[in-house]
């Protein structure tokens, strides 16, 4: 199975967002939605994603001028990009891959078209397969959705694996509520940040309570210590 990506999408236009949304989720991915540029900036302070899909018209500045300020920034520069555009002249492509777009696509564009170009791009950075996840004594196997703390099996409903396994792919980083509440709850989302609380709270008691390595970050939200035994 494919690694599973945290894709960030920015995209002015609602029914075009909602539509590359549901496909990548449908596909196992974790999906942030921005509608501008200063939106997709919060997304990227929030957590690192793996890939940004971006559009070049965009309400608040131009999507390829953003391309470039993100690839001389030393945070993101390695972030693969993917540009949409409404302009489909050979110059504008090859003006978007100079300035650091790892791709181009034209408007419209087919979705599957989407999705295998950013397939693509995954294996060539982050490589193919990733079934297991292991750190500070918990082993999570993704294929046979079994999670292992000190060799010990514990029963965890879906939400709490699909929580753990965010934290477990992003080890060391501080991951706000807004994020995993885009991340976990996807469009079913809770009615307010206290729900995320709980349900941290749960996971937390399966997994040692004093000893599990989730922990509070005061008011900014919890993170995964990969060292903690």
């Not at 690192?48 to 920034?73: A, E, H, M, S, V």
């Not at 396994?165 to 995993?180: A, G, H, K, T, Y």
Request: net charge positive; proline share 3%.
């Amino acid at each position: 199975m494919m690694k599973q990506l945290t894709i960030v999408i920015v995209e002015d236009d609602k029914s075009n967002l909602e539509m590359v949304k549901a496909a990548f989720r449908e596909d196992g991915h974790i999906v942030c939605g921005a509608g501008s540029i200063k939106e997709c900036v919060k997304a990227l302070q929030a957590a690192k994603p793996d890939i940004i899909i971006l559009d070049r018209g965009l309400p608040d500045g131009d999507g390829l001028q953003f391309c470039l300020q993100l690839k001389k920034d030393s945070l993101f520069r390695t972030i693969p990009i993917v540009m949409l555009t409404g302009k489909s002249d050979v110059k504008d492509k090859i003006l978007g891959l100079r300035w650091g777009a790892d791709d181009y696509i034209a408007k419209p564009f087919d979705i599957e078209e989407l999705r295998a170009r950013v397939g693509a791009i995954a294996r060539r950075t982050y490589g193919g397969i990733t079934c297991t996840l292991s750190g500070a004594g918990i082993t999570m196997d993704l294929k046979a959705r079994t999670v292992l703390r000190n060799r010990s099996a514990l029963e965890l409903t879906n939400r709490e694996f699909h929580l753990l396994r965010i934290f477990m792919e992003n080890p060391d980083s501080v991951l706000s509520r807004d994020f995993l509440i885009a991340s976990v709850w996807n469009d079913s989302r809770p009615a307010n940040a206290k729900v995320v609380d709980v349900t941290v709270g749960n996971l937390r008691r399966k997994l040692g309570g004093k000893d599990c390595p989730i922990l509070a970050a005061r008011s900014c939200g919890y993170k995964f210590n990969s060292a903690k035994d």
